[in-house]
């Protein structure tokens, strides 16, 4: 679907020197998406055409109301296409496709660890409301560089869910110092959680959501991974965004993250190669 | 106000309007259907396929550059069989033209294609991507020297009932010989241009931003190189020519036709606006109505006057 | 913290740091001097000059394109008589090394240019234009024909006693081939790219855009061939190089440094910002200082590694 | 010089149709400016930069105030260039290279016809106002497509100067109905103005330059024109903007227009070609 959102709400999220963006946009989209699903959104800054930068950018859907017609499109501020976005005013319309790829799919049962590095942690919001929402518990893990990025990128909305999270951070200055997947490896090391029914998300850093892949296979804790990949069209129709997994057979094959993805089953994931 | 005739004929093959994609942009027809009606397309061309599987190259394959966009995509495709038994039956209900793309490390390779696909295939024609930078070996060779794009063509030509699009190489120094070398093949189209040869490094990284170091260049950043080739061809070369290379706008396309291109695709302009082959065809459309042209196909060359 | 040692040698001229202006687009040197002081440039390059003078191509003579420009000044030049008597008296006393350009129909032109310029002419190096692609007359053909540009480059250097610099054409199936030509020809430098021959069509005028037709693109549209160009000839063949084509921001001549520029020449980037030689320079010598980088001098290539 | 003009006013100019602008400018090229003089200003919309459009655009100083160091310019909406030009904002800071070329120059005594076509008239209203106060005697002919046209480009502040005006418009909607030559023509054959000392200054459409220049010529009325070509660089250093003069050895020789001109001498240009 090829539509305009128009920008109902545009503020930096937390921090201004965390370089945060909340953009909310009343958006066609909302009413058919599901959580781990993206949009393709036209960075541009004028009324007047202009073909430098030329790409559309790929954004996680981090917030979908289908009520109110609303989708929450939470960004870094990385280069040029995101200092463009930055830009939109309210009232603004962007030019959008979506709801794109295919997102995370629900257990039936048990418990869902969500294990977020960084900015990762944007689309796995829908997810753990979804998940609360169908009654599963809902655990979340999430590392990042300090304090100020976590207390910006969401916490509060994270711990308003009323849900047990453990944090880590790179420099200590919140919760676990060090690496989010020490407190995962823990926990799957605890004798107690080994009856549980736990099955685990993720998305973050390719060489954290690999490390975490391999905790969990050997627990035998299925985990889905959020993959990331540059997009030319979005769609599947150029392939720019290939990612290798083995398949069933155990044949290497190649999967696009726009159309087959983002979300993968990490067991499936071909980590050491580039592709 | 009289209707403007839009139907295009490329070598026997009738179009409903010039406006076609572009092989490697637009999969295998369906992935933009949703955002652009199939049935309203003059034709579709296939990604290429070879005659074995090709996982292609590893990513990064994409880099965005001003007005532009490399890729190293390295022909990823299910290769012939499974083209045939999975992908063929679908395209062939597509309810508009659709063109194979084929590509090949050797003439074998490209007749093992061509024999594969003859007109009972469903297809309307055949494009031969003698011009694929990406792989390094063999692919450009066709591509860059007339003997071997002959060769080829004729290859082609002689072991299929379909026309034969010969798509050409813009990274030669002559590309009028080039297309001479296609027209005595015996090709019945000439497309023209497939992507330029570029790459991006990154300053931070100080490596090639793209795994596989060079990459093809495509975009409005091309406009200019392609349609002075599509020119000079249309001057010297008495064949139909699809015109591509950067083409986003009406106005693209309009330049496309006027300096000698019959059918127009859009490649990488699907990319910036999904729906560009749409209001490139309305916007054609309109060109002809305020100017009276009765034809689309008068438009063709007529910069050349 | 060290300053960044900026000297660069290019075959035993040195520059104090290796930014330089392109030819054709910084006239004599003095049109910038207001906004880019010349005393802070490693060096400029002047207009193309012929034997004879030339009044160029009709006008339009450029033309806007995504990212690019296209030009078709078609070398006009005041002649060599003319050069010598006005031009090379104020250009000599310029605070920076400046490199002549040269251009020609025959073998005979290039050679009468070349003796003409010597050490004792105070230029600090002789650019051979092999690549001009607006003449229609045998300019293309040293450009894009490996013997014919060693048997000119070969006659220059006989003729001067000045380094001998081979302006490449990207107008070619082989770069490398073409870089090889000119090291047989005795070249000391090799200098690429030149424009990408390209055109643009009125729409409403339904003609070309440029009086000449064609013109050459340059800009930041061409940047990514360019930089895979350097690449290619700095992999293959042993011979410093002034890389250009489409450098705007100091993060565009830094890649061309990392693919193997010794030197990085500004030429459209002008156009856009008077400034952008001096805005390259200190972005430059701030990317070294925060890599802990001595001298820009290791910079050069190192994205090959 | 490369200095940067901070927009104080930027308004349409007179009907919205005629997509007229004024744009005010605090700048220095006020203080070193001429009549017939411009600037390349860079034109773009957004702080992000983008290299499409690339080439900065002249346009003439329209206004020229040394004292309040402002600079006024006065154009047309065309295409890109100045579509994004026409969304500076009251604040915004413009790159701007000049005063560029080689404005007007004045003669010593006389009668000073200024002869326009549509919008040729910017430039030659700071011409008007010099000429006015060094004790000329001013002249306008002013020929455009209709009244309208005439009343939002500036009719008013031409008729507040106080100066013999004669209008011509293509559809006879003000004055003369017909081309802007005829009334210069028509008064140029009057016998009563042959003793005067009249010299002439024209912009317009180079067809009607080339016919103003002519019929000067053919009385001994020596006329100064002002070129309009593409520009690269507009300081003289590509020789994109070429235009054919013949010098006073009667040799066909190329000037630059952003350099040597825009303002050249009628007699000298070379009309029948295009360079
Ligand atoms: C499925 C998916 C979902 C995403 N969701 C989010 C999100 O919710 N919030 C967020 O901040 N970012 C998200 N990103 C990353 C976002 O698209 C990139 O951060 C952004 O494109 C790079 O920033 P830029 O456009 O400002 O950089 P630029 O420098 O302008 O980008 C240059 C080019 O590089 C590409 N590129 C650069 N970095 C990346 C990257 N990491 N992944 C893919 N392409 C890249 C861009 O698409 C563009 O083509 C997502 C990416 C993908 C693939
Ligand atoms: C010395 C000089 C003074 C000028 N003064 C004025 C002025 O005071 N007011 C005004 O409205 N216009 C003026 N112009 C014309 C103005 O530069 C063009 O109107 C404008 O560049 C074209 O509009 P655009 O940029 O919106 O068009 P675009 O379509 O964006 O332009 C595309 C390209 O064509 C070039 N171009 C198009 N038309 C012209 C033209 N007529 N002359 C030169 N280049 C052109 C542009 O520079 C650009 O490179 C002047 C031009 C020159 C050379
Ligand atoms: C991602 C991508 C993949 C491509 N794959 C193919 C291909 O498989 N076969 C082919 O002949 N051309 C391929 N091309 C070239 C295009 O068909 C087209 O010739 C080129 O991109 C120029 O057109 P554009 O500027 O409109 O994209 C590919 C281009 C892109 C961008
Ligand atoms: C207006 C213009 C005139 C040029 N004239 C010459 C010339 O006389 N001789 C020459 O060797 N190259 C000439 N060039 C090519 C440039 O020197 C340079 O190789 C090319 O523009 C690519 O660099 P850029 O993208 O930085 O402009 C000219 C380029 C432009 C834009
Ligand atoms: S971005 Fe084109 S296939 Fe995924
Ligand atoms: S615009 Fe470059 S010389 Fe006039």
Same mark, same amino acid.
């Given at each position: 679907?090829?539509?305009?959102?128009?920008?109902?709400?545009?503020e930096?999220?937390?921090?201004?020197?965390?370089?945060?963006?909340?953009?909310?946009?009343?958006?066609?989209?909302?009413?058919?998406? #599901?959580?781990?699903?993206?949009?393709?959104?036209?960075?541009?800054?004028?009324?007047?055409?202009?073909?430098?930068?030329?790409?559309?950018?790929?954004?996680?859907?981090?917030?979908?109301?289908?009520?109110?017609?609303?989708?929450?499109?939470l960004?870094?501020?990385?280069?040029?296409?995101?200092?463009i976005?930055?830009?939109?005013?309210v009232?603004?319309?962007?030019?959008?496709?979506?709801?794109?790829?295919?997102?995370?799919?629900?257990?039936?049962?048990?418990?869902?660890?969500?294990?977020?590095?960084?900015?990762?942690?944007?689309?796995?919001?829908?997810?753990?409301?979804k998940?609360?929402?169908q009654?599963?518990?809902?655990?979340?893990?999430?590392g990042?560089?300090?304090?100020?990025?976590?207390?910006?990128?969401?916490?509060?909305?994270?711990?308003?869910?009323?849900?047990?999270?453990?944090?880590?951070?790179?420099?200590?200055?919140?919760?676990?110092?060090?690496?989010?997947?020490?407190p995962?490896?823990?926990?799957? #090391?605890?004798?107690?959680?080994?009856?549980?029914?736990?099955?685990?998300?993720?998305?973050?850093?390719?060489?954290?959501m690999?490390?975490v892949?391999?905790?969990?296979?050997?627990r035998?804790?299925?985990?889905?991974?959020?993959?990331?990949?540059r997009?030319?069209?979005a769609?599947g129709?150029?392939?720019?965004?290939?990612?290798?997994?083995?398949?069933?057979?155990?044949?290497?094959v190649?999967?696009?993250?726009?159309?087959?993805?983002?979300?993968f089953?990490?067991?499936?994931?071909?980590?050491?190669?580039?592709? | 106000?009289?209707?403007?005739?839009?139907?295009?004929?490329?070598?026997?093959?009738t179009?409903?309007?010039?406006?076609?994609?572009?092989?490697?942009?637009? =999969?295998?027809?369906?992935?933009?259907a949703?955002?652009?009606?199939?049935?309203?397309?003059?034709?579709?061309?296939?990604?290429?396929?070879?005659?074995?599987?090709?996982? =292609?190259?590893p990513?990064?394959?994409?880099?965005?550059?001003?007005? +532009?966009?490399?890729?190293?995509?390295?022909?990823?495709n299910? +290769?012939?069989?499974?083209f045939?038994?999975?992908y063929?039956?679908?395209?062939r209900?597509?309810?508009?033209?659709?063109?194979?793309?084929?590509?090949?490390?050797s003439?074998e390779?490209?007749?093992?294609?061509?024999q594969a696909?003859?007109?009972?295939?469903?297809?309307?024609?055949?494009?031969?991507?003698?011009?694929?930078?990406?792989?390094?070996?063999?692919?450009?060779?066709? +591509?860059?020297?007339?003997?071997?794009?002959?060769?080829?063509?004729?290859?082609?030509?002689?072991?299929?009932?379909?026309?034969?699009i010969?798509?050409?190489?813009?990274n030669?120094t002559?590309?009028?010989?080039?297309?001479?070398?296609?027209?005595?093949?015996?090709?019945?189209?000439?497309?023209?241009?497939?992507?330029?040869? +570029?790459?991006?490094?990154?300053?931070?990284?100080?490596?090639?931003?793209?795994?596989?170091?060079?990459?093809?260049?495509? =975009?409005?950043?091309?406009?200019?190189?392609?349609?002075?080739?599509?020119?000079?061809?249309?001057?010297?070369?008495d064949?139909?020519?699809?015109?591509?290379g950067?083409?986003?706008?009406?106005?693209?396309?309009?330049?496309?036709?006027?300096?000698g291109?019959?059918?127009?695709s859009?490649g990488?302009?699907?990319?910036?606006?999904?729906?560009?082959?749409?209001?490139?065809?309305?916007?054609?459309?309109?060109?002809?109505?305020?100017?009276g042209?009765?034809?689309?196909?008068?438009l063709? =060359?007529?910069?050349?006057?």
């Amino acid at each position: 679907m090829l539509t305009e959102g128009q920008v109902i709400l545009h503020e930096p999220l937390g921090d201004e020197e965390q370089k945060l963006r909340k953009l909310v946009l009343k958006s066609p989209i909302a009413s058919k998406a #599901e959580a781990g699903q993206f949009t393709a959104v036209q960075v541009k800054d004028s009324a007047v055409p202009s073909f430098d930068p030329l790409l559309r950018r790929p954004i996680s859907l981090a917030g979908i109301s289908s009520e109110k017609e609303e989708i929450t499109l939470l960004y870094r501020i990385q280069g040029r296409g995101t200092e463009i976005l930055a830009r939109a005013q309210v009232g603004d319309r962007l030019s959008m496709m979506g709801p794109l790829g295919c997102g995370f799919s629900l257990p039936a049962e048990g418990e869902l660890w969500l294990i977020a590095g960084g900015i990762g942690i944007f689309p796995l919001y829908p997810l753990a409301q979804k998940a609360m929402a169908q009654g599963l518990q809902v655990r979340l893990f999430w590392g990042a560089e300090n304090r100020p990025f976590l207390e910006s990128a969401g916490l509060t909305s994270w711990q308003a869910l009323g849900i047990p999270i453990e944090l880590s951070t790179l420099d200590g200055s919140l919760g676990h110092k060090g690496l989010v997947t020490e407190p995962v490896g823990n926990l799957l #090391e605890k004798q107690e959680i080994r009856g549980n029914i736990i099955s685990a998300a993720t998305c973050g850093p390719k060489k954290m959501m690999q490390a975490v892949t391999e905790l969990c296979l050997a627990r035998q804790v299925p985990v889905q991974v959020s993959l990331e990949e540059r997009m030319g069209c979005a769609v599947g129709a150029c392939l720019g965004c290939a990612v290798a997994l083995i398949d069933e057979t155990g044949a290497k094959v190649h999967k696009k993250v726009c159309q087959d993805g983002p979300v993968f089953q990490g067991k499936e994931v071909v980590w050491d190669e580039s592709c | 106000m009289n209707p403007v005739d839009l139907t295009t004929q490329l070598a026997g093959i009738t179009l409903r309007n010039p406006i076609v994609t572009c092989s490697g942009t637009y =999969g295998f027809g369906e992935e933009y259907a949703p955002y652009c009606p199939v049935d309203s397309l003059g034709g579709i061309t296939l990604k290429g396929i070879t005659p074995l599987p090709r996982l =292609g190259n590893p990513v990064p394959r994409l880099a965005e550059t001003p007005a +532009g966009l490399l890729n190293s995509v390295g022909l990823e495709n299910p +290769g012939l069989e499974e083209f045939l038994k999975t992908y063929l039956p679908k395209v062939r209900q597509l309810p508009t033209e659709v063109i194979a793309n084929i590509s090949g490390f050797s003439l074998e390779d490209y007749v093992q294609l061509a024999q594969a696909l003859q007109k009972d295939s469903g297809l309307a024609a055949l494009e031969v991507n003698i011009s694929c930078p990406n792989v390094k070996h063999g692919g450009m060779h066709f +591509g860059t020297d007339p003997g071997s794009a002959e060769e080829v063509i004729s290859a082609v030509k002689a072991a299929t009932d379909l026309p034969v699009i010969a798509k050409l190489s813009p990274n030669v120094t002559d590309i009028v010989a080039m297309a001479r070398a296609a027209q005595r093949g015996g090709a019945d189209v000439l497309s023209l241009i497939n992507t330029l040869l +570029g790459m991006q490094i990154d300053i931070h990284q100080q490596r090639p931003v793209l795994a596989n170091t060079f990459g093809g260049l495509s =975009g409005p950043a091309i406009k200019p190189v392609a349609l002075r080739m599509v020119w000079q061809v249309f001057a010297a070369v008495d064949l139909p020519i699809i015109g591509m290379g950067g083409i986003v706008t009406w106005q693209d396309a309009v330049e496309f036709l006027l300096a000698g291109a019959t059918a127009v695709s859009i490649g990488t302009g699907n990319f910036v606006n999904p729906q560009a082959p749409l209001e490139i065809l309305r916007g054609i459309t309109d060109y002809c109505r305020q100017r009276g042209v009765a034809s689309v196909g008068d438009l063709v =060359g007529l910069a050349h006057s």
